[in-house]
């Protein structure tokens, strides 16, 4: 971009990215939360069924979150001197998650829980980061905007793909 940006555009863009961020955040600690209990009351059938809800959400919301984000929100940064080191470490943290969710996925009980807890305390500190440190430097950067950068992507915002359908980001309704 080469004119003056649209800092109105870019601070609603970081606000529905954080927001989107905080939503996942507080549905995943409720998942692990659920799992915990599950565990420490030596309940299998409980346990067994918030795992598969937790996969299922890692699968359908929290994958495809990171994934959607590494072209679009990660490639400018990364091509750039100050930006490429940051990304290079939160790509290497997304891999980290995905191979947390496979261990989620061929363990249980107490080793779930653990999985589980692991990937709650990684994506709080890895959208900890994307909130106060790589979207900023997007915004402050002349040549990047984070409005384009996250445009039409409702894994990142939460919205409905352009109105003609979506999810919302608790996973439980389809309009
Ligand atoms: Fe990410
Ligand atoms: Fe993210």
Not at 91 to 110: K, N, Q, W, Y
């Amino acid at each position: 971009m080469n004119q003056a940006k649209d800092a109105a555009a870019e601070a609603e863009a970081l606000q529905s990215v954080e927001r989107h961020h905080a939503h996942m955040l507080k549905h995943l600690n409720g998942l692990v939360a659920l799992l915990m209990e599950a565990v420490e009351a030596r309940d299998a059938a409980a346990e067994e069924t918030v795992q598969a809800s937790l996969l299922d959400w890692c699968d359908t919301r929290l994958i495809p979150h990171a994934l959607a984000e590494e072209g679009p929100l990660y490639g400018g940064p990364h091509a750039t001197p100050e930006g490429r080191l940051l990304v290079e470490g939160m790509l290497a943290e997304h891999r980290v998650i995905v191979d947390l969710v496979e261990e989620l996925r061929t363990s249980s009980g107490l080793a779930a829980a653990v999985a589980g807890s692991a990937i709650q305390r990684l994506f709080a500190l890895h959208l900890d980061k994307e909130n106060r440190l790589l979207m900023p430097f997007i915004v402050q950067s002349p040549d990047m905007s984070l409005a384009e950068s996250v445009q039409g992507l409702h894994e990142l915002t939460g919205e409905g793909a352009d109105h003609h359908g979506g999810t919302h980001d608790d996973g439980t309704h389809h309009h």
